[in-house]
């Protein structure tokens, strides 16, 4: 158990431009969340996966967001057209079985948009 | 709407004494609740889970769950300097759903 992977570990880039997030899960999990957390806020859901489908996306999150798990293995979050307002932590967590199982997060992405 | 309400803090607390964070959820239907340690600049780390009333204990740290009252608390015993950090709750509100996580409560413990 290598526990739940995230790269890059910081992002930083200009206004505009577009940025991908990857994500490896602990191998036995089947699902699959990305938040993200601003300071002084808990992490928000943007979206799930269960193997390789997306089950939910977070009505908050706009078009510019799209995310990926193509063979329910790692999965991909992708910002298009960077904005200020989108500088954060970004969470990656996964968990075994249902919903309500215990989720295990990455140590994130940290997004800085000049 | 579905919330998870904690007091941001911080909660100030002597080192050995009892830690006690508290929780509010508004969904009834919730199924699962978690404790989440984070310090600062690090991502959450599950330190406790609980499903049904009453209490869990694991080491230092005891959650209890309170369905009826809607409220989900966090001991941590003998407080150690460690401990300092901030404390998410975090409630599934049905099996097949996210978990929405509260804001979480900052915890300093004084040495």
């Known amino acids: 158990d290598t526990g739940v992977s995230q790269n890059p570990r910081h992002k930083i880039t200009k206004r505009g431009q577009n940025v991908t997030f990857r994500c490896d899960p602990i191998?036995?999990?089947?699902?699959l969340y990305w938040y993200r957390q601003t300071l002084g806020q808990g992490p928000e859901f943007l979206t799930y996966?269960?193997?390789?489908?997306?089950?939910?996306k977070s009505r908050l999150l706009s078009d510019r967001f799209s995310a990926e798990r193509p063979k329910g293995s790692f999965s991909t979050l992708e910002i298009q057209r960077t904005e200020q307002g989108d500088s954060a932590m970004y969470l990656c967590?996964?968990?075994?079985?249902?919903?309500?199982?215990?989720?295990?997060f990455g140590d994130g992405t940290r997004l800085s948009i000049l | 709407q579905k919330e998870v309400e904690q007091n941001s803090g911080p909660l100030s607390v002597p080192e050995g004494a009892i830690a006690s964070l508290n929780c509010t959820y508004s969904?009834?239907?919730?199924?699962?609740f978690f404790w989440y340690r984070q310090y600062s600049g690090k991502s959450p780390e599950l330190i406790m889970f609980?499903?049904?009333?009453g209490d869990k204990e694991d080491g230092r740290f005891t959650a209890q769950l309170n369905k009826a009252s809607q409220y989900v608390s966090l001991l941590i015993r003998d407080s150690q300097p460690s401990d300092s950090a901030t404390y998410l709750c975090?409630?599934?509100?049905?099996?097949?759903?996210?978990?929405?996580f509260g804001k979480g409560t900052r915890l300093h413990i004084l040495p």
């Open positions: 967590a996964s968990s075994n079985g249902q919903g309500g199982q215990p989720q295990h």
């Open positions: 191998s036995e999990h089947n699902r």
């Open positions: 996966f269960q193997n390789e489908a997306q089950l939910e």
């Open positions: 969904d009834r239907g919730s199924q699962s």
């Open positions: 609980i499903y049904s009333n």
């Open positions: 975090a409630v599934n509100m049905n099996r097949d759903d996210k978990i929405i």
